[in-house]
């Protein structure tokens, strides 16, 4: 009788291995001994939401320049308007930014979340397409336009663009080299 191993486990087949024998599987750690993917898990449903609530106004073309008396309207404006000319005003290539991450990344959270925590390692490579697509488009560009690109477009106020936007890069880098080699819920970090 011959066992097979499932597709989220590994497969002892080295040297020394017995022929004919199935292959000893190495199974992935309990959700409680792998911490650092219940914490990105909180962060990710965290994005999920922020996603909703920041990137789809711009994407869809509300208006959020001043004050209406809608909370996500509100939210926005309250961020943006001291913080985040380039979220404020968006020129059309910043909006296609916002709508990846609202139609795009939102729905990827929705995915990544439950295979963080249920340890499917065919999660890796679309984490790893995630996390470098997300480092290059927030970390490079947008900071880059935010600091260094015309001054219409450079932040004010650095300290609290940091503290809203480098989570979005921070986390997804973490993400990253947590995925960074195969089968990564067979181990720790």
Do not use: C
């Not at 990710?44 to 909703?52: G, P």
């Not at 970390?139 to 600091?147: A, M, R, T």
């Not at 450079?154 to 936007?165: A, C, D, E, I």
């Amino acid at each position: 009788m011959t066992a097979s191993a499932g597709p989220d486990q590994v497969t002892d087949s080295g040297p020394g291995r017995t022929p004919g024998r199935a292959p000893n599987p190495v199974p992935n750690l309990a959700l409680g001994r792998r911490r650092i993917d219940i914490v990105l898990a909180v962060v990710f449903t965290a994005f999920t939401i922020t996603s909703i609530i920041s990137d789809l106004l711009p994407t869809v073309g509300v208006n959020f320049s001043h004050p209406t008396g809608n909370f996500f309207v509100d939210s926005n404006y309250w961020y943006a308007h001291d913080a985040d000319p380039l979220f404020m005003h968006p020129p059309d290539w910043m909006r296609i930014v916002t709508g990846l991450s609202a139609f795009g990344y939102m729905p990827f959270y929705l995915v990544l979340v439950p295979a963080l925590l249920t340890g499917r390692n065919w999660i890796q490579l679309p984490a790893v397409i995630y996390a470098t697509m997300i480092v290059t488009l927030t970390g490079i560009v947008v900071f880059g336009v935010e600091f260094f690109g015309e001054p219409a477009t450079r932040t004010h106020n650095p300290v609290k663009f940091l503290l809203f936007n480098l989570p979005y890069v921070l986390l997804p880098l973490i993400l990253l080299i947590r995925m960074r080699k195969p089968l990564p819920f067979t181990r720790r970090f």
